[in-house]
């Protein structure tokens, strides 16, 4: 069975760039979980989707962030403009069930801005 | 906030050694679940356990052991014979029951197992 996938795997863009990531959750999983690591924050939960619906903004930084979920079976999470201080692993994960499950996580987005 | 706290920032042993990386965890609520996770070098969390707060029974797989102490609210994991293979960060993790069901995320301890 196909984990979570994520895409790019690497991104190397300049500030004031847009950049876009993406997720498909694993099939049948119900809730997506974007979130950012970096060595001073650790893991920072960004936002939660679940039934494709945002549950959960909180984290999110800046309305440079924003996130979409259009379909169960793929996210989006988009920073425009772009700053450096957003470099860091991206992960996106998803959950199946009613909330008390394990989550799965992809193998992450490494983002460097310029 | 209601923290997780993982107080071994790094721990280096040598290959055969136990090692057991501690969690203590802060919560008001009866019911929650605790979780580990491993991030080896190539980057990805991958889940070794759940246990919910219900569930004091220690849990054992292969090399790997969890003692859930709810009067202490510790949650700690141990590897017995360790080997290189271990080496990764380990990271604790807490979701209350509640509606807002995110994880509470420990810092992580990162392990070093020398050959």
């Known amino acids: 069975d196909a984990g979570v996938i994520q895409s790019p795997r690497h991104e190397v863009t300049e500030m004031g760039q847009e950049v876009t990531l993406r997720c498909k959750p694993i099939s049948g999983h119900n809730s997506l979980f974007w979130y950012r690591q970096t060595m001073m924050r650790g893991l920072e939960l960004l936002i939660y989707f679940n039934n494709n619906v945002p549950i959960d903004d909180s984290g999110m930084p800046e309305d440079r962030f924003s996130a979409k979920m259009p379909n169960a079976s793929f996210s989006t999470l988009k920073i425009q403009p772009s700053e450096p201080r957003d470099s860091a692993v991206y992960f996106c994960?998803?959950?199946?069930?009613?909330?008390?499950?394990?989550?799965?996580f992809g193998p992450g987005t490494r983002l460097t801005v310029l | 906030a209601q923290k997780v706290t993982q107080a071994q920032t790094e721990i280096s042993v040598v290959e055969k050694e136990d090692v057991t990386l501690d969690c203590v965890y802060e919560?008001?609520?009866?019911?929650?679940?605790l979780f580990w996770y491993k991030q080896p070098p190539s980057g990805e969390l991958v889940f070794l356990i759940r246990?919910?707060?219900?569930d004091e029974q220690n849990e054992i797989s292969g090399r790997y052991s969890w003692n859930f102490q709810k009067s202490t609210s510790s949650f700690n994991f141990t590897i017995t014979a360790s080997q290189v293979v271990d080496s990764a960060v380990y990271f604790c993790?807490?979701?209350?029951?509640?509606?807002?069901?995110?994880?509470?995320w420990g810092l992580g301890t990162s392990l070093a197992v020398n050959p």
């Open positions: 994960a998803s959950r199946s069930g009613t909330g008390y499950n394990e989550q799965f």
């Open positions: 993790a807490r979701q209350d029951a509640g509606n807002n069901r995110k994880l509470i």
């Open positions: 919560t008001r609520d009866t019911t929650y679940y």
């Open positions: 246990r919910n707060s219900f």
